[in-house]
């Protein structure tokens, strides 16, 4: 499926380029066209809405999951955009490989997440399969696009790993949260216990003892970077 937001003229020409591919490789492909009004946080509105329309064109097309297609740098842009404007565990833990759903019932999944974007573009150089490139990805107004251009680059130059790296912090953080929010065996705690837990995973304080209200302790180690949590009985 194909979102047209009405913001560029361009998306026309990608969304038929797209559709002509998909029927080259006897795909189904729909566009859905959205509208935005005028407004502020109109990058925050097109997400919603994209996420509308997609949930939409899955359910109409009984679909069990909604595939996106980001890669590992745009996961590693998202880590860099969060720490730059300030988060914590919760914020670092984005754009998993399997996500529950934003909008509807139908759960997301990334299945080039671990795959670099220029590995991405050889493959479709390789097999022939033409490709559009938003121009907003060079526009320099847009931070996310500086991160791409200029701070990545740099940070490659100085550590050709950092990519892995960052994407390898936003797992261990989906992991930290997992045992913070989870259902099980969290269930048992305290809001008051939830909360020292939170405070003492973030702070990574691995080995120490949480005392919370009711006289009972909780006691946080680190394993191998993952947190194991000690709950009293």
């Not at 404007?85 to 139908?106: C, E, F, N």
């Not at 097999?127 to 907003?136: E, K, L, T």
Request: aromatic share 4%; charged share 25%; glycine share 6%.
């Amino acid at each position: 499926a194909g979102i047209d937001h009405g913001l560029r003229p361009e998306a026309v020409a990608e969304l038929n380029l797209v559709a002509r591919v998909a029927k080259e490789h006897d795909v189904p492909f729909t566009t859905t066209k959205v509208n935005l009004a005028d407004g502020s946080n109109l990058q925050q509105r097109a997400r919603q809405a994209r996420h509308e329309a997609l949930a939409a064109a899955a359910k109409k097309a009984k679909a069990t999951h909604i595939a996106l297609g980001h890669t590992a740098d745009d996961r590693a842009e998202t880590v860099l955009l969060r720490i730059l404007r300030g988060t914590g565990p919760k914020g670092l833990a984005v754009m998993p490989a399997v996500a529950p759903p934003i909008v509807g019932d139908v759960p997301l999944v990334r299945p080039l997440v671990r795959a670099r974007r220029r590995d991405v573009m050889a493959h479709l150089r390789r097999h022939g399969v033409p490709w559009a490139m938003d121009p907003s990805n060079f526009d320099g107004r847009f931070t996310r696009v500086r991160v791409r251009r200029e701070v990545l680059p740099l940070l490659e130059d100085m550590s050709p790993s950092v990519v892995e790296h960052l994407c390898a912090l936003a797992d261990q953080a989906a992991e930290d949260m997992s045992i913070v929010e989870g259902d099980d065996p969290l269930s048992v705690l305290s809001r008051a216990q939830r909360d020292a837990l939170k405070r003492a995973i973030a702070n990574r304080k691995g080995g120490s003892t949480v005392r919370v209200s009711g006289g009972k302790d909780l006691r946080v180690a680190f394993f191998a970077g993952t947190p194991v949590v000690f709950v009293p009985e």
